[in-house]
């Protein structure tokens, strides 16, 4: 059910200002800016942003020095102009933060909502950079007002409430077979806040299952809200209630516009996995850093979980796979009032840069991406163990982090997912499991992943199966006892969706800071095997929190080798292992009866056999089983199991 957060912001921002429009226009007549020079330095500002463009992961720059950076006018391109009603985007180069020149906008008297036209760019050249889940970008631009833009109250045409003036809009990349506008399923939307003239954010031109469009990234304060913080990292609080008159001058609270100076913006943008459920960036996070020119940059906006009204970004239709990927710089106008007679109003750009990594500000001054005390860091082994979404009890996950696995802060994630094939449902034959892993980073919550299938083997015997990529996956954990999983399979099923994830056992090492415990029982958990059957093994969880032994045992039925996907089998076996102990026996169960990715109908889990296990070292166990029920009734048999990978920490037997 979609959640009208913030509707009434709605009214403030308009119908999103969409520059939709590819058509050519007659070229009007470009309007001079009227403004006396200002190249103070001009040599020290240029090798500033020569630097600034050359740190990090810069991914693209424009100058805006020459003609050559505005592009093609109402022609389809990479970067490029869309007419205004009245002008067009012109290089000016009388007024610049550096370089030769700037992107001028002029918005006259007597002009509608696209008085001036726009101007956009994609990330990169060849379309090749764009981002969606699990990934984070930087926008920063430098934009200057002239004291009409300030001061001037633009209404509504049809009365009532004065217009928006947006900056940036950073929405959908182009595709090669499709072209995305400006006000498109996901976009955050840089703009002015009402008639006051400080800048406020929101997202999507269609909202989603969390919220509506055009929904602000404002926090509340109290519940139910008695205000709303519309910047909510300023000191003192930039308040809706103190934001209410009809001037155009903000509250004290608020990061306001100066005139004629060159002010930086910088947007981070951190998305987490696609929901297929509510359309969502799951846990995404947005920060916005202003500066006046030669000042220190100050958080304004720092919209992250655990805000007080939060809502995840918009991803749109899960179909579309749409990314970030394109940025348009516009004064855009929503509802103006065309008969208003006004002085010249203009609006200048320098300097913008989008990279995978913060960009300085002018002078080399940096910024401090907040980081949430919830934050998890998933190259940690407390993240190992049983994970589960509870609508869909009898079928789940069991993880292993190799934590620095492949050098500081360079980890791997290697998971077991069991389930059953689609519907409908049916027995044994119908149990399905797939394997998945990739690497992991430190200070990132999120992973992307390969999703595997192994067919072919039988029960405890050769021959060795080899794993096939089916589709691929990623997961992210909002906490140490709580995450998502998203999939997609390109085995021809068209399956893709997202997993909500539970903790099963109470976690033991995980943690939200950087202090990494070990534990010497929790540290036999992991990934177990006999190389002489690869292709199938074990997943343990020891568990001293609730003295227990779980594990995963995915394997194949005595004759599976020639049954193919029918072939698989997986049980589950249970245990009491109180800490210190290194030998336990075991129940061995096997659920049928599900489908996959589903809670109904509800799978039935039966008792099918025992088991015993005896760590003989923290790289070696032996498991002995006797099936007494189910589809592997009568096997039985003694595996001599190694770990799979390095020994965790702080193991000892």
């Known amino acids: 059910m979609r959640l009208l957060i913030f509707a009434a912001f709605v009214a403030w921002y308009g119908t999103g200002g969409a520059v939709t429009g590819q058509v050519p226009v007659p070229n009007k007549a470009e309007v001079g800016g009227g403004i006396i020079n200002v190249k103070d330095d001009l040599s020290a500002a240029t090798a500033d942003f020569a630097a600034r463009r050359s740190t990090g992961r810069v991914i693209r720059w424009f100058d805006f020095d020459t003609n050559a950076q505005l592009g093609p006018l109402n022609t389809p391109a990479n970067f490029g102009r869309l007419a205004g009603d009245k002008t067009n985007p012109v290089i000016d180069t009388t007024v610049m933060s550096s370089g030769g020149g700037s992107l001028r906008f002029d918005v006259p008297s007597q002009s509608g909502a696209n008085a001036a036209g726009s101007w956009y760019a994609n990330f990169s050249p060849d379309l090749s950079v764009q981002f969606g889940e699990n990934s984070e970008f930087f926008v920063q631009w430098r934009q200057r007002f002239n004291q009409a833009m300030i001061d001037t109250y633009f209404p509504l045409a049809e009365g009532g409430a004065a217009t928006s003036i947006k900056q940036s809009i950073i929405t959908t990349g182009d595709q090669r077979a499709k072209l995305y506008a400006s006000c498109e399923a996901i976009g955050n939307v840089v703009t002015s806040y009402g008639h006051k003239r400080f800048t406020q954010i929101y997202n999507s031109c269609s909202g989603s299952g969390t919220h509506a469009p055009y929904a602000g990234l404002v926090e509340a304060v109290g519940s139910p809200p008695s205000d709303f913080k519309i910047q909510n990292a300023t000191v003192p609080d930039c308040l809706y209630t103190q934001n209410k008159g009809t001037g155009t001058v903000p509250a004290p609270g608020c990061f306001r516009w100066i005139a004629n100076e060159w002010m930086t913006f910088e947007l981070r943008t951190k998305l987490g996995p696609r929901n297929s459920k509510t359309n969502d960036f799951d846990a995404s996070e947005v920060q916005l850093w202003v500066a006046r020119e030669g000042g220190n940059p100050v958080l304004v906006i720092d919209w992250r979980p655990g805000i007080l009204g939060y809502f995840p970004l918009a991803a749109g239709p899960f179909a579309e796979n749409q990314r970030f990927g394109k940025i348009w710089l516009l004064p855009y106008m929503t509802g103006k009032d065309p008969a208003q007679i006004h002085p010249l109003a203009q609006t200048w750009y320098d300097e913008l840069i989008i990279s995978r990594d913060p960009v300085p500000f002018p002078g080399g001054k940096t910024i401090t991406v907040p980081r949430a005390s919830s934050t998890v860091d998933i190259n940690q082994n407390g993240l190992t ?55 992991v980073t430190g200070r990132s919550s999120s992973a992307s992943m390969a999703l595997y299938s192994n067919t072919g083997g039988n029960l405890d015997s050769g021959p060795i199966t080899r794993a096939e990529i089916v589709g691929s996956a990623s997961i992210s954990f909002f906490s140490c006892s709580s995450g998502q999983l998203t999939y997609v399979f390109n085995d021809g099923s068209g399956r893709t969706g997202s997993i909500p994830l539970s903790r099963v056992t ?23 095997y006999d190389s002489s059957t690869s292709g199938q093994g074990f997943i343990m969880e020891v568990n001293p929190n609730a003295s227990v032994l779980w594990f995963a045992w995915y394997t194949y039925a005595e004759r599976g080798e020639l049954l193919g996907a029918n072939g698989q089998r997986w049980f589950t076996g249970q245990g009491t292992l109180p800490s210190g102990a290194r030998a336990a026996s075991a129940t061995l169960y096997e659920t049928i009866g599900g489908v996959f990715d589903g809670g109904f109908p509800a799978p039935s889990t039966s008792a099918v056999g025992s088991a015993t296990l005896t760590f003989l070292g923290c790289a070696n166990v032996s498991l002995s089983y006797a099936f007494t029920a189910g589809s592997n009734i009568g096997k039985s048999g003694t595996i001599a199991l190694e770990r799979v990978g390095t020994t965790p920490a702080g193991c000892s037997v």
């Open 385 to 439: 163990g049983l994970w589960h979404d509870p609508s869909s009890n009898g079928q789940g996950f069991a993880l292993e982090v190799y934590q620095d696995w492949q050098g500081s802060g360079h980890g791997y994630l290697q998971g077991g997912w069991f389930t059953f094939d689609v519907a409908p449902a049916g027995g044994a034959e119908k149990q399905r499991w797939y394997t998945f892993g990739g690497p």
């Open 506 to 528: 109470p976690n033991v090492t995980c943690s939200t800071t950087t202090a990494r415990t070990t534990d010497r029982d929790f540290a036999l958990s992991g990934n177990w």
